[in-house]
């Protein structure tokens, strides 16, 4: 096992467009982190330049206490599974899976060993004399990991190995990835677009922009504490909406209706005009549901919801607001680049399904103002985001990832040569 360090990485392509453009990552060891980000941002180029299948144009790549930018793939001791993962259709399940072992000329006894290991750790024991098209999606996508984990790589490496089975596959196979990292302890990055994948498999997650890192944190600090505009609106489904705002003394004057700020954030934008108030949609609530102490505690707008969905276990409202037009067109390219289908200028709010709210009323919202963020609408920066709760989740993070290696670490097994001696 070992670290992955990135330091100043840079990749350009042929045509000279910076792909990944100096991006700085620490991977610690036995770290399960994830790459995200909108399509083209770089995630698979940066992947691919740690384990080698394509050059580093600047910056240093370090695995463990060695620099690899030199070294090649077969030497650097990774594994990496494909989104498109190739099985040999006419070996058996066992000899997919010992493939690696069979390349490294290991001797019989030891493929057998690790095999079954392998194989039981992935349930896979009872289909070992299978042929892989005899196997359903999701058995296939597990012999692609035997393959990549058979061989106790010092790293794990995965390029969205998920994306080609269907939603329901693809929830149990989430959890047994996370089960078996956990487990094998071993240092991992998982590059995905999916929001579920992003927010419950890794210790950390690292969001891409253009090839450049933004925020690198817990799920919940990217959740809660974003840093930036771009990181606030990708993180989180249905995005945080975003109300141009301007400042006045101590609170904001939103199309919604007026915010109260806090001294700390009411400081942090003190002699700002217009600025972007974030919100996201679980901090609003239908008026008649909350109870006076909580209604004391943020604000009531009137609003006229245009649509409303229904969903069980809560109520979306859509609902439409006003906006200076260059803001509206800012939010608009955001929401582009988010891949959103989300409207801008209309807000999503989810609410108790207990909600009788109808499309076409106008109604009370209360809104959890203590909440929100507040962004610059030329840089996007989060100007009123708290280190110090920042600080609080790194330290909560810390503790439980540490908590279940101690619980859940598989003691590293003495090799029999080593034994023996
Ligand atoms: N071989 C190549 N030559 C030139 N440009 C490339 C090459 N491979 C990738 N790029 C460009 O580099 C950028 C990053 O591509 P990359 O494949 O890393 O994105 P990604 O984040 O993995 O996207 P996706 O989510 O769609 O897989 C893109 O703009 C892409 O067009
Ligand atoms: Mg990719």
Known sequence: ?????????????????P??????????????????????CGKSTLLRMIVGLEDITS????????????????????SMVFQNYALYPHLTVYENIAFPLRLAKKPDDEVARRVKETAELLE?????????????????????????????????????????????????????????????????????????????????????RRGVLQQVGSPRELYEEPSNLFVAGFIGSPSMNFLPATVADGHLETP??????????????????????????EHFEDASLVSDEKRARGAVVRARVDVTEWLGNELYAYVPYEAPEDLAAQL??????????????????????????????????WIDTGRAHVFDPATGENLTRDEEHVAKLGRRADQARQAQQRAQRIEPETDATTAAD
């Open 332 to 365: 608009r390219d955001l929401s582009r680049e988010l891949d959103s289908d989300q409207l801008r200028t209309q807000a999503v709010v989810a609410l108790d399904a207990a909600s009788m709210i109808n499309a076409g009323d106008e109604t009370e919202l």
């Open 19 to 40: 792909a990944v453009n100096d991006v700085s990552l620490d991977v610690q060891d036995g770290e399960f982190m994830i790459l995200v980000g909108p399509s083209g």
């Open 1 to 17: 096992m070992a670290a992955i360090t990135m330091k100043n990485i840079v990749k350009q392509y042929g045509d000279g467009f």
């Open 124 to 208: 896979l024991t009872e289909h070992l004399e299978r042929k892989p098209a005899n196997l359903s999606g999701g058995q296939r996508q597990r012999v692609a990991m035997g393959r990549a984990i058979v061989r106790q790589a010092d790293a794990f490496l995965f390029d969205e190995p998920l994306s080609n089975l269907d939603a329901k596959l693809r929830g149990q196979m989430r959890t047994e990835i996370a089960r078996l990292q956990k487990r094998l302890g071993v240092t991992t990055v998982y590059v995905t677009h999916d929001q579920t994948e992003a927010m419950t498999l890794g210790d950390r997650v690292a969001v891409l």
């Open 59 to 78: 910056g240093e790549m370090r695995i463990a206490d060695r620099v690899v930018n030199k070294i090649a793939p077969r030497e650097r001791n990774l």
């Open 256 to 281: 919604l209706g007026r915010f109260e700020m806090d001294e700390r954030k009411a400081a942090a934008v003190a002699g700002r005009d217009v600025v972007l108030v974030g919100i996201r949609p």
